[in-house]
């Protein structure tokens, strides 16, 4: 779990490794949480933690980055030292207060994970800038929910699923249409330049 | 088993236009979809309050939005048949257009009637997706830009609603009911744990004001209700709008209920209140037609989000808010398709003589003008009034001279915008007199009927009216 952390923590060019690691790991969850629910349902979770969490969504991103050359790494507004202390910061306070929240219906350590690694997705959105740092920020927020799914919704197997399928449904899209679309349009995939729209 | 057909026949319908890709197969399946809508809406009406595949119920407030969604969407078809009869599009993009609105007028009409929180999540996914589609109809560059943002956020927003359905889970989990039914949860609001319920109400709320247009998340929608061809628009600004404030209403519902039912209202009062004056900030300084309607949008919508705060006869005048402005917006967004053939520009500073080229349509945009800021021939004037009254016995006076004030400011600025485009000399060099297009009388009738419609339900409701709406607070008071 704090592998996981540390992981989402230092994020600078390797975020695609970093995604096919969320993958793997979120793998790992399912393994250990969902062994008592039916097969089938299992077997799709898994299928879709790993097919597509750790091979797709990752090659796919691969191509979008080769395919509009952008080799630079995604420079944040702040530096990589101050990102690391607020993030490292804003998790000690998430345990701290997840500490204090009774436990039982969920277990504690899913549930820091879980909102730490949204956090981390949001970090990634706002601080950003270039296009794909801000899908890559996305696809983190949604592991994170499907974690948190998962560490609240034990006894919401339905929910869970309904989750991860509109995971999917979204990303594909999102991914498919839009990001490629903006970068052949926006040639430099950087944030500044979506400000035509404004008053 | 009525919605299973009528999904399976829109499925159809769908299918049918993307295949064909032919204008006479467009208009066809429209109508016939147009049809199914009504049929559709009346059956769930004569079965009101009956569970349907166990987790759709029509209730009361599902049916007041089914009904304004049917009127809007034929409307809307009508309006869509007209623009694409000046434009040059491809039969692909044209047929991408009808796929896109008819699921769109779907998945809105399910997200209505929905009982439990997780199926309405599901619909509200894919008017997103729908409506992203319309936004990027033009393909240029701004339009993928308005699509994109308008994606992205409202991606970020789903997942937000979702973390928040998992806490009201958390919720139904500790308190040993079955499942996230909306019925359920207004019988046991008492056994739900408080703390969850805030976390989960302060997330629902947040992910649905991108739809409803509030603060925080308002911004997006500006960018769609601009960018999507007016027809399109017209269903963003009214029944977009409207399953936004659903969202939040039936988790209001069931907070109204609870202890924490003044902080609930304190956190609606903040994010409307800042509504509006977001809104009067932005209408001052405008640049574009399609924009400033979207703004007002914005302020409407707050003064909804006041009158569920402060309670009593608010509640009435909201809804009653949220029908008429439904009706009085869209119907401003088809004459901007006019205003936009016309004057071939959105921008305020290209208009002008409006009243000497479309005599008709300047007619009914002066009396749209009336009913959009509620002076008196207009019905939202009565729901208005409702909602300021309830402020005034609530005895928030202060918020109600600040509300007031900053209404004086958007009546001012749209008054001027608007003159300007009726009245004033046309300033733009690159348009020709002579080429101008013509725009038929037959055209502006539909949005008169629907701005008489306001000022008849705001001054004589029907008793059915009277009757949902009032079966819609049953469970406020």
Same mark, same amino acid.
């Given at each position: ?19 096919? /690691?969320q *993958?793997?790991?979120l793998? *790992?969850f399912f393994?250990?949480r969902l ?9 799709l979770l898994?299928?879709e933690t790993?097919?597509f969490k !750790?091979?797709?969504i ?23 030292? !101050? ?19 009774? *436990?039982?219906v969920f277990?504690?350590?899913y549930f820091v994970g879980a909102v730490s690694t949204i956090f981390s997705g949001f970090?990634l959105i706002? /601080? ?7 899908v890559?920020g996305f696809i983190i927020l949604e592991n994170g929910v499907v974690i948190l799914s998962l560490a609240v919704g034990k006894e919401m197997p339905m929910l869970v699923n309904l989750g991860i399928l509109l995971d999917i449904f979204v990303t594909v899209l999102v991914l ?6 903006? *970068? ?16 | ?8 026949? @829109?499925?159809?319908? =769908? ?19 147009? #049809? ?19 987790y759709?119920?029509? $209730?009361?407030?599902?049916?007041? %939005?089914?009904? @304004? ?6 409307? &809307? ?26 699921? %769109?007028?779907?998945s809105?009409?399910c997200a209505?009637?929905a009982n439990h929180i997780a199926i309405m999540w599901i619909f509200v996914e894919l008017t997103t997706l729908?409506s992203a @589609? ?16 308008y994606l992205f956020i409202s991606s970020i927003s789903v997942a937000l609603i979702f973390i928040g359905i998992l806490f009201l889970g958390l919720a139904v989990q500790? #308190?040993?009911?079955?499942g996230i039914f909306f &019925?359920?949860l ?6 739900l $744990?408080?703390?969850w319920l805030k976390a989960a109400f302060l997330l629902i709320f947040t992910g649905f004001t991108v739809k409803a247009?509030?603060?925080p998340m308002?911004?997006v929608?500006? $960018? ?16 977009i709008?409207?399953m936004g404030?659903l969202g939040i209403?039936r988790l209001?519902?069931v ?67 949220? =029908? ?17 053939? @016309? ?30 800021? #509620? ?59 002579? $080429? ?8 502006? =009738? ?22 949902? =709406?009032?079966?819609? %607070?049953?469970?406020?008071?």
């Amino acid at each position: 779990m704090s592998l996981f952390v540390c992981s989402t923590a230092i994020r600078l060019s390797t975020f695609i490794k970093v995604l096919v /690691l969320q *993958g793997l790991l979120l793998f *790992g969850f399912f393994i250990i949480r969902l062994n008592e629910i039916n097969i089938t349902n299992l077997i799709l979770l898994l299928l879709e933690t790993v097919i597509f969490k !750790s091979i797709i969504i990752p090659s796919f991103l691969k191509y979008i980055i080769k395919k509009n050359k952008l080799t630079r790494e995604a420079e944040p507004y702040i530096s990589n030292f !101050s990102s690391i202390f607020i993030f490292t910061f804003a998790n000690l306070i998430l345990f701290f207060l997840a500490n204090t929240l009774e *436990g039982g219906v969920f277990q504690n350590i899913y549930f820091v994970g879980a909102v730490s690694t949204i956090f981390s997705g949001f970090f990634l959105i706002i /601080l950003r800038h270039k296009i794909i740092t801000n899908v890559i920020g996305f696809i983190i927020l949604e592991n994170g929910v499907v974690i948190l799914s998962l560490a609240v919704g034990k006894e919401m197997p339905m929910l869970v699923n309904l989750g991860i399928l509109l995971d999917i449904f979204v990303t594909v899209l999102v991914l498919g249409i839009f990001a490629n679309k903006l *970068g052949d349009v926006f040639k430099e995939g950087e944030v500044d330049q979506l400000n035509q729209l404004k008053d | 088993m009525a919605i299973i057909i009528y999904l399976a026949a @829109v499925a159809i319908f =769908i299918s049918g236009i993307l295949i064909f890709r032919k204008k006479t197969t467009n208009y066809i399946f429209s109508i016939l979809f147009i #049809a199914l809508q009504w049929t559709f809406n009346v059956y769930e009406y004569n079965h009101r309050n009956i569970e349907q595949l166990q987790y759709f119920n029509p $209730d009361s407030i599902g049916l007041i %939005l089914l009904f @304004v969604l049917s009127i809007v969407s034929t409307a &809307s078809l009508y309006y869509s048949f007209i623009f694409f009869k000046h434009t040059n599009d491809t039969p692909r993009s044209k047929s991408i257009y009808f796929a896109a609105l008819i699921t %769109l007028i779907t998945s809105l009409s399910c997200a209505y009637i929905a009982n439990h929180i997780a199926i309405m999540w599901i619909f509200v996914e894919l008017t997103t997706l729908s409506s992203a @589609v319309l936004v990027y109809h033009n393909r240029s560059s701004k339009s993928l830009e308005a699509a994109w943002k308008y994606l992205f956020i409202s991606s970020i927003s789903v997942a937000l609603i979702f973390i928040g359905i998992l806490f009201l889970g958390l919720a139904v989990q500790e #308190a040993k009911l079955d499942g996230i039914f909306f &019925s359920v949860l207004l019988k046991n609001a008492t056994l739900l $744990d408080p703390f969850w319920l805030k976390a989960a109400f302060l997330l629902i709320f947040t992910g649905f004001t991108v739809k409803a247009g509030l603060v925080p998340m308002y911004t997006v929608g500006i $960018d769609a209700k601009d960018k999507a061809p007016s027809p399109a628009s017209a269903i963003f600004s009214s029944a977009i709008m409207n399953m936004g404030f659903l969202g939040i209403f039936r988790l209001f519902e069931v907070i109204s209920k609870t202890g924490i039912h003044k902080w609930a209202c304190m956190v609606l009062i903040i994010s409307a209140s800042l509504s509006v004056f977001i809104s009067a900030a932005y209408m001052v300084r405008v640049k574009n037609f399609k924009r400033m309607f979207a703004y007002s949008s914005i302020e409407h919508m707050g003064i909804m989000m006041l009158g569920m705060a402060v309670g009593g006869i608010g509640y009435y005048g909201a809804i009653l808010h949220l =029908i008429l402005h439904s009706f009085a917006k869209s119907s401003l967004f088809y004459q901007t398709g006019a205003i936009f053939r @016309v004057m071939k520009s959105k921008l305020i500073k290209d208009s002008g003589n409006y009243f000497g080229y479309n005599t008709f349509g300047a007619i009914t945009l002066i009396l749209g003008f009336f009913i959009i800021t #509620a002076m008196p021939p207009s019905g939202m004037f009565v729901s208005e009034f409702m909602i300021f009254r309830s402020m005034f016995e609530a005895k928030y006076l202060w918020l109600l001279i600040i509300i007031v004030i900053l209404l004086c400011f958007i009546i001012w600025a749209m008054g001027k915008n608007l003159f300007k485009l009726l009245f004033s000399k046309l300033e733009n060099a690159q348009i020709i007199e002579k $080429d101008m297009e013509k725009i038929s009388f037959v055209e502006s =009738i539909p949005q008169l009927i629907l701005f008489l419609t306001v000022i008849y339900i705001g001054f004589y409701p029907p008793p059915f009216v009277q009757n949902l =709406i009032q079966q819609a %607070l049953v469970n406020l008071k």
